[in-house]
């Protein structure tokens, strides 16, 4: 039985129509003054700091925590405004996905597994009334390798259960090849959604216990009960 299921946000979630990768180059832009300094970076499952790891290498800008505070500072507070301008969406079947997880008999801990650093999240997820559905998670800034934070929300969900979790108990859902490999890393039975940026068919090369279109292909209880 599955006792935590584990999402990924974007391109699972929500689509924020482009305000994510904005808020990060306009960071760049106000908080060092490199314009159009994100050109050329692939954002697509990975972590944030591993995102503005590779900025500041790209431009000779010093990975120090301090500036790391300082990129991510700026983003939030940008991300937020950008989500108001750009057209986002909550991607198909994803409320009735987490209605239908918390009817369940034996309700799973429904968390987050994203490159997200935590307050862009709740950010995200606020503006389009999702972050409340969420009691655990691992973000981008608990780990900068993304494989690394299954294990980390493995080990953060176990606690919250009050039993260590096995493998098959855990449920990942994701758009991306790299959400199927994060799974794979714990062991978990992976979702794939062809919702993001991944087809379904290139999701289906790598494997994962199920791979849809979106989320109205199958039901919760379908998987989970
Ligand atoms: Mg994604």
Not at 39 to 50: I, K, L
Not at 162 to 175: F, M, N, Q, S, Y
Not at 214 to 221: H, I, K, P
Request: charged share 25%; aromatic share 8%.
């Amino acid at each position: 039985m599955i006792k935590l299921v584990l999402f990924d946000i974007d391109g699972t979630l929500v689509r924020t129509g482009g305000a994510g990768v904005s808020a990060f180059a306009r960071a760049g832009e106000t908080a060092f003054g490199v314009r159009d300094g994100t050109h050329g970076m692939n954002f697509a499952g990975r972590t944030d700091t591993s995102l503005v790891r590779e900025f500041f290498g790209r431009h000779a800008i010093a990975p120090t925590m301090e500036n790391f505070q300082r990129f991510f500072d700026t983003y939030v507070f940008l991300l937020d405004h950008y989500l108001g301008e750009h057209h986002g969406r909550v991607c198909a079947g994803v409320r009735d996905w987490l209605a239908g997880l918390a009817r369940l008999p034996a309700p799973p801990l429904i968390g987050l597994q994203t490159g997200n650093v935590r307050l862009g999240a709740e950010i995200k997820l606020r503006h389009f009334g999702l972050w409340d559905a969420f009691t655990t998670g691992v973000f981008g800034d608990d780990h900068e390798d993304r494989n690394q934070l299954a294990t980390v929300a493995r080990e953060r969900g176990g606690r919250l259960v009050g039993t260590p979790l096995r493998a098959g108990e855990i449920l990942v859902i994701g758009d991306t090849p790299f959400d199927i490999a994060c799974g794979r890393a714990i062991g978990a039975k992976v979702l794939a959604v062809a919702t993001g940026g991944a087809t379904l068919e290139e999701l289906k090369r790598h494997r994962p216990d199920w791979a849809v279109r979106d989320l109205t292909a199958l039901r919760a209880g379908e998987i989970c009960d």
